[in-house]
């Protein structure tokens, strides 16, 4: 490992695991990224995202495990939304004694804090195991917008996104290496009516509903600008949000190359690929997009379950 | 409006004395085994889940559980309780914490924390169906105390906009006059009886209400409305708002013209005999400082209550609680 931080994409898909044959090349498994951090003499792992696809990472770790002893880990969770925690009861370091977990996850409002959140699918009526009998030490902590030093040198900066459950992108440096995440998300958007013949129609609201919603968009873009990596979500294609899907809290392909562009981001990721999109559809859209080059400045990938990205 | 000469003091005539036979009946106010540390620190938990307010839940509760509903309509339910909008901003200033500074309007934080979040907070909420309650130990209703805040909220917004303020920043003065006896709410709930002799003892007396508390209690809603504001993020301007909206002069030099129209808000509210929060004292020496320090003419407050009114009906009219009775 030469790079400063290693990236690797263990589930690319968004909302439900979506094995089969249309989705062999670029996987099946929801959301779930490896961090791995070039530290002097040894490496520090962070874990974004809890989806199915932490199951084949939790192997490995396990295999390492037996090897190594005891070891400790964090997961940074975007949100506790089903696709991003399902694939922690079978994240297998949780069952061994000597683990030590931190999950953090963003504050929703709720006042059910993030253990009984995340730990309420290891009920006996939803799973075999209940998370009193888990073997690890897992330590819970709640995080909100801000500028947080984890030590090493890393710095994560976390921010809120436009989703219909509060989530939190991260922004995380290391040495000269800035990587961002962005999903799930969409374009913030004025909620309130803009139409004078809406009979709820407020000409102020809608003015500053309107200024709300640019202010935002331009926090987001200051957010990750810069970045080296940006992994941000792109779950549709302009058509599909534009029948139907707007407010549903994910982004377009095209929005997320438009505001890569404009925030001189150096590569993007789309990320968290709608169920029902296939390998082939994948193929047929990074060639539109890209016309088999890459775009000026902006390399633009599609991202692909087991791939490895250094930074 | 207010002409002619003007008395320095007055007290307005509460609108029901049903209860001053049984006031009579009632044992010595101060409860000794209870101080101002234990009042405040049940005060203290009490906050942590706040209830909202019954008048408006219905509205809330239909609204947020309407597919349907709008964003505008959402705004709306919400920007009509005090308490709700008070744990919406509390939401985005507890989450959104690093943006330096607190966000006092509505419409960003629906914007920036998103419509579901917004409903799932207003779903959560349990009724404070305490101010409803068939007691003899009523202080105020849920209705008339929504009305007080209301009425306050729209006065010191329209004092806002008759000193040219753009409308933008309007909105920060309605939810100031709206949440500004957030305070009392904890004092009632929990002390009902406590909290209902220092009210028939305003009743009777020529003392505003805040000092009867700290007589009986300890503590008035000021303090407690601070305590709320404090836990809640709600930024400075609101924190001294809620704290000193009976004497804004306490309030720092940056926030004092803020508070100040607050205050004048709340007297003006108390003079034009609109809802209710326990308190029947009008200090016309103090409103007629704070009209010349602001600079409210007559024609302002023609103006003004005018307008009131009828947006409190409106309000109401919106809210379908028109109750029987």
């Known amino acids: 490992m030469d790079s400063a931080v290693e990236i690797k994409f263990w589930g690319v898909r968004g909302s439900i695991p979506s094995p089969g044959p249309e989705t062999v090349k670029y996987g099946g498994n929801t959301v779930c990224l490896e961090l791995r951090f070039k530290i002097k003499d040894h490496h520090r792992q962070i874990i974004i995202d809890a989806g199915s696809g932490i199951r084949n990472l939790g192997d490995v770790l396990a295999a390492d495990h037996f090897v190594n002893g005891n070891f400790s880990t964090e997961i940074y969770l975007t949100h506790t939304h089903l696709d991003h925690i399902l694939g922690l009861p079978f994240f297998a370091p949780i069952y061994f004694p000597g683990t030590q977990l931190k999950i953090y996850g963003p504050i929703t409002g709720e006042d059910v804090p993030l253990k009984e959140v995340i730990g309420g699918q290891m009920s006996y009526r939803y799973f075999p195991v209940r998370q009193e009998e888990l073997a690890a030490n897992i330590e819970y902590i709640d995080l909100r917008e801000g500028r947080f030093d984890l030590g090493d040198g890393i710095t994560l900066v976390a921010k809120y996104l436009n989703h219909p459950l509060l989530a939190l992108g991260y922004r995380i440096e290391y040495q000269d290496c800035v990587i961002c995440t962005a999903y799930d998300t969409e374009p913030f958007y004025n909620v309130f009516s803009e139409d004078p013949a809406d009979p709820s129609y407020d000409e102020l609201l809608a003015q500053e509903g309107d200024l709300a919603a640019r202010k935002e968009n331009s926090r987001m873009e200051a957010f990750f600008h810069d970045a080296d990596l940006l992994i941000h979500d792109g779950q549709y294609t302009a058509a599909e949000y534009d029948s139907g899907k707007k407010g549903w809290g994910h982004s377009t392909i095209e929005h997320a190359v438009e505001t890569a562009k404009r925030a001189a981001v150096k590569r993007l990721v789309i990320f968290h690929h709608d169920p029902l999109r296939t390998d082939s559809q994948i193929d047929a859209i990074s060639k539109r997009l890209c016309g088999g080059r890459q775009q000026e400045d902006l390399e633009i990938i599609f991202a692909r379950e087991g791939m490895t990205l250094k930074v | ?325």
Request: include cysteine; glycine fraction near 6%.
């Open chain 2, 1 to 325: 409006m207010l002409s002619g000469p003007e008395p320095i003091v007055h007290r307005r005539q509460p609108d029901k004395c049903r209860n001053r036979r049984l006031t009579n009946l009632l044992p010595p106010m101060i409860d000794s085994k209870l101080n101002r540390e234990s009042y405040l620190k049940r005060i203290k938990a009490y906050i942590v889940r706040m209830p909202s307010l019954s008048t408006t839940l219905v509205k809330v509760m239909e609204t947020c559980n309407d597919p349907l509903a709008s964003a505008n309509d959402l705004k709306r339910v919400i920007s009509l309780d005090p308490v709700l909008t008070g744990r919406v901003l509390r939401l985005i200033n507890s989450a959104y914490y690093s943006l330096g500074k607190p966000i006092t309007s509505l419409t960003r934080a629906i914007i920036m924390l998103g419509v579901n979040t917004v409903k799932n907070l207003a779903l959560s909420f349990t009724v404070l169906d305490n101010l409803n309650r068939k007691s003899s130990c009523q202080s105020f209703s849920a209705d008339e105390f929504w009305r007080h805040s209301l009425c306050v909220g729209v006065i010191a917004k329209s004092l806002a906009a008759l000193k040219g303020l753009a409308p933008t920043g309007q909105e920060e003065y309605f939810v100031a006059g709206l949440l500004h006896d957030l305070g009392k709410l904890p004092l009632y709930i929990q002390f009902p009886e406590e909290y209902y002799r220092v009210c028939m003892n305003v009743d009777r007396g020529q003392k505003a209400l805040y000092q009867e508390e700290v007589r009986f209690l300890g503590v008035d809603h000021g303090a407690v409305g601070r305590i709320i504001a404090k836990k809640w993020r709600l930024g400075s301007t609101l924190v001294e708002t809620l704290a000193h909206h009976h004497n804004a002069a306490d309030s720092s030099d940056k926030n004092c013209e803020f508070v100040s129209t607050v205050e004048l808000a709340n007297q003006l509210s108390l003079h034009f005999s609109i809802g209710n929060a326990g308190d029947y004292f009008i200090d016309y020496r103090k409103m007629s400082r704070l009209r010349h320090a602001l600079g409210v003419g007559s024609t302002m407050l023609t103006e003004i209550q005018d307008t009131v009114p009828g947006e409190i009906e409106r309000a109401k009219f919106f809210l379908e609680v028109v109750r029987s009775g």
